[in-house]
C-alpha cells in the first residue's frame, strides 16, 4: 500500500527532471512534450478519478514550485486534466485504456485542456489572438505530447496488473 | 447527519475533491507574491536544481566543442572591437574630465550556468547556477554576449530562477537606439512586441532596440533584438513592433548576471515626486 502511495511521486521527480534537462533539447520551435502529464494520465487511469483528481493538484503544485512559473496556474490546469483523466478509468476498460492507442487519444484530450487552462491563465490579455493561441500553446503541444505518449504504449513498464 | 454527509462524500467525491482543489489552486494564484510563498518557492527549486545541475553538467560537455569554436570567433571580433573602444574610452574619459561627469561603467559580472529550462510558450524560466552566496539579488539583469536574457526573480542559497524574455510576466521598458524612443516590450505567447506606439513615431525595420535608461528594472543600456516590422493596432492610433530578440532563448547556456539593482535612491526619489502630485 505504502509502495502505491509513493511511485507516483518518485515516478513523477525522476520524469520532471527528464522534463526540465532533457526534453529541452528536443524541442521543436519551443514547443515540448509534457512527460509529466503523460505519467498522470496513466495513474488517474490505472488507480481512479479521485486518485487523478488529487494527484494532478500535487503535480501541478510542485512543477509551479520548481519551474518558477505563476504559482498555482500547473495546480489548477492539472487538477482538471487529472479528473479528465480518471473518467477512462473504468474497471472493464482500464486495461484497453493504457494498453492501445486509446491511451494517446486520452493524453491528447488531457493535454489540451491542460494547455488551454494554463494558457489563459498565465497569458491571457486583451490583446492576445485566442485563435493563434489555442493552436500554437495548446493544440501543437497537445499534438506532440499524445505523439510521445505513443512510445510508453510498447514500453514494457505499463504491463501490470492494476 | 454524519451519515448523509459519509453518503455524499462516497458518492461525490471526485467532485467535491475537484471543487475544493480548484478554489485551492484560485487561493494560491491570489497569493504569489506573498513573502512566504516566496521562501517557500526559494527552497523548493533550490534543492531540486542541486540535482538538475548534475544532469545538465553531463549534456554540457556534448556542447563544449561547439561552444569553443563560437568563442574563439567571438574572442576575435570583440578583441577587434576592444582596440577601437579603447580609443573612444580615452577621449570619453577627457570629455568627462572636462565636464565633471560620474563616471557609470565598470558593473561587476556573475558568471552562471543554465541547469534547467522551464519551455512553457508563456511562462518562460532559466534556473541558474548562482544564488545568494554569490550576492544575486532578485531584480538583477541577466544577460549574454549577445544582449539581454532575462531578470533574475526569486533566489535561493546557490541558485536563482530568472523570467527569460519570453515571460509574459517580463514587461520592460525599451528604447530604439536610432530615435531614442521609449515603449514597453512585452511577450504576448507568441511575439515579442513594443505596445502602444504612436503611428507618427519614428521606427524603422532593423532598428536596434536596447533597455531604456528609464527603465526601472536595468539600470544600463543593453541590447535586447531588433525591429522585424511595424504594425498597425487595432484602435488605429497605436501600432505595436515586433522584436526579434538578439539572444537564442532557448540555446543559451551560459550568462552572466549583471550585479547591479536599480538604484534605491532614484526609486526613492521618483516615489516621493509621485506622492507629492
Known sequence: MKWELITPFITFFVVLLVQITVIPLIAIAGIIPDLVLISLVYFSISRDQYYGTVLGASYGFFIDLITGSL???????KTIAGFTAGYFSTETKKDINISTYIFSLIVFICAL??????SFFSAFDVQTNIIKLLFEQALLSSLYTAMVSILFIF???????? | MFRFLSKVWTNFREYIALVLLILLSLIILSQNKNPNVQKIRAIAFGSFATITSVISDIFSVTNLQRENEELRETNAKLMLQVSRLREFGIVNKELKDLLAFKDTTGFPLIPASIVSRSLSMTQNTITLNAGKKDSVLPGMPVINDKGFIGIVNSVAEDFSIARTLKNVDLRLTVMDERSRINGILKWTGEELIIINIPNTFDVETGDRIITSDVSSIVPIPIPVGIVEDFRQGETGVFSYIRVKPFADLTSVENVFILAKVKSKQIDNLELNFYRRQ
Open chain 1, 71 to 77: 504559482l498555482g496556474s500547473s495546480m489548477l490546469s
Open chain 1, 113 to 118: 485542456i491542460d494547455s488551454v487552462i494554463f
Open chain 1, 155 to 162: 514500453s514494457p513498464f505499463r504491463r501490470r496488473k492494476f
